[in-house]
C-alpha cells in the first residue's frame, strides 16, 4: 500500500527556468510533509516543510504547495540551478512519527 | 556532534554471518530511525526509539533483526544470519521531537551480502 507517490520518475529543467515536482498522498491522517534532496552517496537533506493546516510555505528559492482536497503538494524551484540536480523525495509524517517516503524524482537542471 | 554518523560506511558479509551497523545521533536529539533502502528504491521504516525506549517497531522484520540505543553508546541496528535480500542501504536519522521537526540523515551503510 504506497501511501505517498510521486508519479513522474525523472524531470528535465534548463538551468533559470521552475522546476515543479510533484506528490499524491493517500492518507488524510498525515500531519506534516516534508520534501528532501538526495545526492549520490549521502544521505537525505532536509529542504523544506508544511504543516497539514497550512497551504503554501516558501524558504528562499523553494515553495511547497499543499492542497488538502486533492490531497496533493507540489515542490518549486525557482530559478532552477544546476546544483539542484539530485533525486527528490517527498514524505508525510502522522503525529509526527515516522516518515512515509514517495519514490523520489530525478531532476536534471541542464546549464 | 552535529551529524548523524553511521559506521561503518560499507559492509560485506557472506550469507549467514551477522551483520552490524552503528548510528551516532546528533547530540541533543532524542528520537532515532532506522530506514532501509534498497535498490535505490523507496525507504522502507524499520523501526524508531525514544532515548534507550523502543518507540515504533513495525517496520523490524520479525526475525534477525534487532536494535537498541543504550545511553552513552551508538546506537546499533542487528542482522543475525543475513540473506541476500538484505543488500541494501541501512539509513539511520534522528531528530528533537515528534512535532513534526524533520529527520536528520546519516549518509548510511551499506550493506552487501554475498
Known sequence: DQQVKQNSPSL??????????????????????????????????FLISI??????????????????????????????????SAVYFCAASLRGNKLVFGAGTILRVKS | GEEVAQTPKHLVRGEGQKAKLYCAPIKGHSYVFWYQQVLKNEFKFLI???????????????????????PNSPCSLEIQATKLEDSAVYFCASSPGTDGSPLHFGNGTRLTVT
Not at chain 1, 15 to 32: A, H, K, P, Q, V
Open chain 1, 51 to 84: 504543516s497539514s493546516i497550512k497551504d503554501k510555505n516558501e524558504d528562499g528559492r523553494f515553495t511547497v504547495f499543499l492542497n488538502k482536497s486533492a490531497k496533493h503538494l507540489s515542490l518549486h524551484i525557482v530559478p532552477s540551478q544546476p546544483g539542484d
Open chain 2, 48 to 70: 524508531s526509539f525514544q532515548n534507550e525506549n523502543v518507540f515504533d517497531e513495525t517496520g523490524m522484520p520479525k526475525e534477525r533483526f534487532s536494535a537498541k540505543c543504550l
Open chain 1, 12 to 45: 528535465s529543467v534548463q538551468e533559470g527556468r521552475i522546476s515543479i515536482l510533484n506528490c499524491d498522498y493517500t492518507n488524510s491522517m498525515f500531519d506534516y510533509f516534508l520534501w528532501y534532496k538526495k545526492y549520490p552517496a549521502e544521505g537525505p537533506t
